[in-house]
């Protein structure tokens, strides 16, 4: 595996009951970048999460991460290797409060008073309402402050990859810049990050790189610059233009 | 940080003492329904210690054990066994002699029914995670067989456990008779109850138990071995069960094989009204069935069996998924 190399995924297939989702996915994930995971819907993105989260096993090919072989690998085990994922549903806690999800993630902590207050302060400095509704039932939360509340919960701990299954879904355009600036915040402290996403613009303002997905296939990796500045591989990759 | 909105839902909290208020004129006289009452809350909580392990069980994994009666039975027949053996300590007149020798009781049996728990679950439970139907037959199959060993173990007949010296006899106050085991039990659920609430709201492990109750699979996402977590709570759980049926035993002084049998109908009950995977509404689940039991045992004879199932027919009308519905279920 290069060494630049932090997730590499190889001929994986994944099948859910009687439904063969993935065939043969091939993507890699460079280590202190932004890579965007695009496609249509049912394109087979959320399950290529899945399966590198060891959610749904591999039935074929092999998942590594960091030089180890997590294809098999439960799910816990692959957190623990400095893995946070925030699902499309954020997997909020609903009954618990904003502090109470937070202290969940930071797994080295017994208690909130245990937990990196630097860390928390960087924290509200990217998502402000984390600290307002501190102590809130996370439930109660809008849209927008639940996807911000799950991202920030994601990175209450240093990571070293940030999976995150479409930040932007539903949210208000001036969320959607906040959520922007987040993100190009934590990629500058060095974690790499890896979106699903199907807002375009979201992702041309993000990604250093970009997989594009159809029928559980990887079927174009390369930079974001270079399919932004190319309207006919748009066209034929997404059905649409930049 | 603005300040923290109350999530807490107060209405099904009133439950309790609306039933207990619209039983007063019923029944007349205000010491007649004194002594009900605290008849009704002791064995409300006696059957939430047995119910509470049972509820988070469904809630993190959802296991629909049957069998749970089992570790109740267990834990009253170690009791008869303990009790038996320490005569001297029963018999007398002294009641730190008595609280030593129930508090033993209730130790072994605890430790019996953990044990037996952690095996149960291995063996019985594992192999059916997420199939509810065999669940419920090999649960149920396994409490066949627990009973039948009891049986061999202690003799297919009833046996007696009587409260020891000290704690026999009432408390009058007024022309109120408070049983004096009575007010034990509702001391002994009320410490259970505050240990479990400081356990979940306070401690890590709590929150992790909350949180698998509502996404377990987020919970694993996390970096936490749900698996491991839910083998801790089914042998607490299997624990408390055993405690409660070292109190039931005393309660009812006698223990037959099928206790944990009669019993599991009234958990169940509980459970399903309380919120499946809700300690807090499996409290006053627990209550309002002790206290409608002995109410209608008071006033209709008749329908006490009848007025719990009725009592849960309404509840569900209210709110179909328990007065304390566990979010993301």
């Known amino acids: ?242 | 940080m603005v300040n923290m909105k109350s999530s807490l839902d107060i209405k099904p909290l009133l439950l309790v003492p609306v039933l207990a208020l619209l039983a007063l004129p019923l029944i007349g006289s205000v010491d007649t329904w004194l002594t009900l009452s605290v008849a009704g809350l002791a064995m409300g909580m006696i059957i939430f210690i047995m119910a509470s392990g049972l509820t988070l069980v469904f809630g993190l994994m959802d296991v629909l054990n049957f069998g749970h009666g089992v570790f109740i039975a267990l834990g009253a027949f170690v009791a008869t066994s303990v009790m038996s053996g320490m005569t001297d300590w029963t018999q007398s007149q002294e009641l730190w002699r008595n609280v030593v020798a129930v508090g033993t009781a209730m130790a072994l049996a605890m430790v019996a029914a953990s044990i037996i728990g952690l095996a149960f679950e291995r063996f019985i439970v594992r192999p059916v995670y997420g199939q509810h139907l065999k669940q419920i037959l090999i649960t149920m199959g396994g409490m066949i067989i627990g009973e039948e060993i009891i049986k061999v173990i202690w003799g297919p007949l009833q046996i007696a456990l009587p409260l020891p010296e000290a704690m026999r006899g009432s408390l009058l106050w007024g022309d109120a008779s408070l049983e004096k085991y009575r007010l034990m039990a509702v001391v002994v659920g009320l410490l259970v109850f505050a240990l479990q609430a400081w356990t979940l709201s306070r401690t890590k492990v709590g929150l992790l138990i909350r949180a698998g109750v509502q996404d377990r699979e987020m919970v694993e996402s996390l970096g936490y071995k749900i698996r491991r977590l839910f083998v801790g709570v089914f042998v607490v759980g299997s624990g408390l069960a055993g405690l409660g049926g070292v109190m039931w035993g005393l309660y009812q002084q006698n223990v037959v094989p099928q206790i944990g049998a009669q019993v599991n109908v009234l958990i169940f009950i509980v459970i399903i009204m309380g919120g499946l995977g809700s300690t807090g509404g499996a409290l006053i689940g627990a209550l309002m069935v002790g206290l409608m039991a002995n109410y209608t045992g008071f006033l209709f004879p008749k329908l006490a069996l009848f007025s719990n199932i009725a009592l849960m027919a309404a509840i569900l009308l209210w709110r179909p998924q328990g007065v304390y519905p566990v979010a993301n279920r």
């Open chain 1, 1 to 242: 595996m290069p060494s630049n190399v932090l997730l590499d995924l190889k001929e994986v297939h994944t099948h859910i009951g009687a439904y063969h989702i993935l065939h043969g996915v091939n993507l890699q994930i460079p280590r202190g970048e932004l890579t965007l995971l695009l496609g249509r819907n049912g394109a087979g993105k959320t399950t290529t999460l899945r399966t590198i989260m060891g959610l749904w096993q591999a039935s074929q090919g092999s998942v590594h991460f960091n030089g180890h072989d997590i294809t098999h690998m439960a799910t816990p085990d692959i957190a623990s290797l400095n893995i946070a994922y925030v699902p499309e549903n954020m997997g909020i806690f609903s009954d618990l409060t904003v502090e109470e999800n937070m202290l969940l993630a930071a797994r080295k902590a017994s208690h909130a008073q245990q937990m990196d207050t630097e860390r928390l302060a960087w924290i509200y400095a990217m998502f402000p309402a984390v600290e307002k509704f501190w102590h809130h039932p996370a439930g109660k939360l809008s849209g927008g402050q639940k996807q911000m509340m799950a991202v920030a919960r994601a990175m209450v701990e240093p990571r070293d990859l940030l999976i995150v299954d479409e930040p932007s879904k539903g949210l208000a355009p001036a969320i959607v810049q906040n959520m922007i600036e987040a993100f190009q915040t934590m990629k500058a402290s060095g974690v790499s990050i890896l979106l699903v996403e199907q807002n375009i613009h979201f992702a041309q303002q993000l990604g250093d790189s970009v997989a594009v997905m159809d029928n559980g296939r990887v079927i174009h990796a390369g930079s974001m610059a270079a399919l932004s500045a190319d309207p006919a591989l748009q066209q034929s990759l997404l059905g649409l233009a930049l």
